[in-house]
């Protein structure tokens, strides 16, 4: 008790206490009895040891092994045996939005010599690493992708690959090197986001696979398979590698092709070629050449012995052509060769040619004529092709620029050379456009023979080569001969202008003439008909008045007999006198209208008869309308009977004088007295 007391109570200070809870904390901490992980992380295990021993086989510690454990750790405070594990903590697997993981599998069975990737038929959960491994998965790359998403990986087993990073416990430098050059290369490839192929571009995708049985011999090809969506296999465009697989897939370049749209592909398995859609322009056909498929029957027929053609679907020349319109067409599997189906020209000209260039490689036709000339001919042929004769073309010629210039060219040039040599070279120059219709007749039928329609042919005017200038001389002396043949002909043409010219003068002064003439003549015909009407009314008032008096006799004598029947019975004295009477007045008007007969006749006479009376009032009217219209008495043209002699007398004014003449000594032939008339008792 002394002791004790000797030693009193014990003091402890802070450090005192503070080193033995420091020391006590950080072997608990070390041992590794409690640790906590954060709820955006995981935990992987490593068991230090075991009293069942180490991983005899494999990596994964499946049976409690010491080493790598299967499980993960989550989230929160986990408590475990002091100095028996070792936690690994790692991010949780992020997949962003529209892109593409890549799974390596570091545990599992080993892949076969013929197999690139290991499958995921059954094993294709990487979240369960022991049923991963259970299941039969394989080690190395996998075949199937992780999606957008975030994933509870176990990164000891798996290694994530991503376009941002990649996820994995590192066991070792090499290791790590070997991940990030399998990252670049599907990088490269585009491999972390998907195949897009946007409608406006006009592309497709051409699609190789890198795993699965190869190709058997013979075959370049991989035919389609399972692209039915009813098909229990279907791969919906190889993005389900394992259904493709199942399918009966082969390795290599695949016959279908990825049209418009999104395609979530593992470009570890399959790489894709974007190529361009081809396009069948209008006017055009597309005649295809299969390198795949199986082998057809030819239905070309036994007449057609330059090749076989094959239905649509085997290997060979397609006995449809492609049509106008964009086609999906795997150009690896075949080869499509443009046909044109609407006219098109062909030139034999070194500096011209067709926007087709089928015949950039043409140029004039070199020829020889008759009389030793040596020109050069360009000439143009409108072709057109039958769009079901175009797979015979081109079984026949392969293309059409190899039909133009291995048959057309050499064709049309011996033709124009065998006929320059018939003609010389003016004929060839004046005849072009009979040679021009003649060779379109003639060669019609042999661009028949093979499957052509020969529409026009055109031929250019023949030149001279280069270095040569013969050809032009004798053109000189073609227009030069053609000049003097000219001239010729202009000057004929301005002799028969001067003689027109002269005629023209001549015809002009008599119109001017013309208008006065006929005033003349109508003035003469006026005083003719005045002259008649004035004779018409004297024979008139004549006959008027004989007529008068013969009816006045008449009255008188009735009268008288009338008054002596009446006053018969008075006396006969009265009678006889008033009958003396009567014949006295009857008398009396006989004399007078015999004596103005007589007067009218004699004064008829006095002028020379009726005729001459005409005429005299025709001359009259004829001074008048020359007085009137001044009209000279010679006329300055005189037109006669003889042909315009100047010495003729048959002016107008002569020609009356001398018909009155005529008329003149006519009359005095006539007798001199009018007989009396005969007097009526």
């Known amino acids: 008790m002394e002791a004790l007391e000797y030693l009193g109570p014990m003091k402890w200070t802070a450090i005192e206490i503070a080193v033995p809870v420091v020391v006590l904390a950080i072997l608990f901490w ?53 100095f028996q594990y070792s936690m690994h903590r790692a991010n949780l697997v992020t997949i962003p ?11 599992g069975k080993p892949l076969p010599p013929t197999q690139t990737l290991a499958s995921n038929t059954d094993a294709d959960d990487f979240q369960d690493v022991r049923g991963f491994l259970e299941k039969g998965g394989q080690k190395g790359p996998q075949r199937k992708i992780l999606r957008e998403g975030t994933y509870a990986i176990n990164l000891a087993q798996f290694i994530v690959l991503t376009a941002q990073s990649i996820y994995a416990v590192n066991l070792s430098s090499s290791e790590q090197n070997l991940f990030s050059n399998m990252s670049s290369m599907i990088s490269e490839r585009g491999g972390f986001e998907p195949v897009v192929i946007h409608n406006a571009e006009d592309m497709i995708g051409i699609v190789t696979i890198h795993d699965g049985p190869a190709l058997p011999d013979g075959e ?66 597309g005649v295809v050449v299969s390198y795949n498929g199986r082998h057809g029957t030819d239905i070309s027929g036994q007449a057609y012995r330059h090749g076989e053609l094959v239905e649509i679907g085997a290997r060979g020349v397609w006995s449809t052509p492609l049509l106008p319109g964009k086609y ?41 004529t008759k009389d030793a000339f040596e020109p050069v001919l360009p000439l143009s042929v409108v072709v057109h092709i039958d769009y079901m004769k175009a797979p015979l073309v081109v079984q026949r010629f392969g293309d059409i620029k190899r039909l133009v210039e291995q048959t057309l060219d050499p064709m049309v040039s011996a033709y124009f050379k065998n006929i320059a040599q018939t003609k010389t070279l003016i004929q060839l120059l004046q005849e072009r456009s009979d040679i021009q219709r003649k060779s379109g007749e003639e060669m019609r039928e042999k661009f028949n023979s093979y499957s052509l329609e020969l529409q026009e042919v055109l031929i250019g005017t023949p030149r001279a080569a280069n270095g040569q200038n013969s050809i032009e001389q004798i053109l000189i002396q073609l227009r030069e001969r053609q000049i003097a043949v000219e001239k010729v002909e202009t000057y004929k043409l301005q002799e028969r202008a001067a003689t027109q010219e002269r005629t023209l003068r001549e015809k002009e002064a008599l119109a ?21 009407a004035q004779l018409a009314r004297t024979r008139q008032e004549a006959e008027t008045i004989q007529v008068t008096a013969k009816a006045e006799a008449e009255k008188v004598r009735v009268a008288g007999q009338g ?25 009396k008007v006989r004399a007078i209208g015999l004596a103005e007969a007589e007067a009218t006749e004699k004064k008829v006479a006095a002028f020379g008869g009726p005729d001459y009376q005409l005429n005299s009032q025709v001359l009259m ?34 020609m009356m004088l001398s018909m009155l003449v ?10 001199d007295a009018i007989p009396e008339p005969v007097e009526e008792e």
Request: aromatic share 8%; hydrophobic share 40%; no cysteine.
């Open 220 to 285: 370049i090809i991989a035919p389609t398979v399972a692209n039915d969506p009813s098909d229990p296999n279907f791969h919906n465009n190889f993005q389900d590698p394992e259904k493709f697989l199942k399918a009966g897939g082969y390795r290599g370049r695949q016959l279908q092709v990825l049209a418009d749209g999104s395609y979530f592909l593992n470009r570890i398995f399959a790489t894709v070629e974007l190529v361009e859609k081809t396009i069948i322009d209008v006017g055009t056909v």
């Open 328 to 368: 999906a067409f795997n150009t690896y599997a075949g080869n499509i060769i443009t046909v044109p189906t609407t006219n098109f020209v062909l030139k034999w000209t070194k500096e011209q040619f067709g926007e087709h260039r089928l015949d950039e490689n043409l140029s004039e036709v070199s020829l020889i």
């Open 662 to 671: 005529a008329d003149r000594v006519g009359r005095q032939n006539l007798p």
């Open 30 to 82: 070390r041992s590794g009895m409690v640790r906590y992980i954060p709820n955006d992380r995981l935990g992987i295990l490593e068991k230090l040891w075991s009293f069942r021993g180490s991983v005899s086989d494999g990596f994964i510690a499946l049976n409690r092994e010491a080493g790598y454990q299967p499980e993960v750790v989550r989230g929160g405070l986990h408590f475990f045996m002091p």
């Open 621 to 654: 009217r004829f001074a008048e309308a020359i007085e009137n219209g001044r009209l000279p008495l010679v006329p300055q043209i005189q037109i006669g009977a003889n042909g315009g002699e100047k010495g003729a007398a048959n002016g107008l004014v002569e």
């Open 97 to 107: 939005q529209g892109q593409i993981g890549y799974v390596f599998a570091r545990d």
């Open 563 to 587: 008054e002596a029947d009446m006053i018969k019975a008075v006396a006969l004295a009265d009678a006889e006198r008033i009958k003396a009477t009567g014949f006295a007045e009857a008398e």
């Open 512 to 532: 001017e003439q013309q208008a006065k003439i006929t005033t003349s003549a109508l003035t003469i015909e006026i005083s003719e008909n005045e002259g008649k």
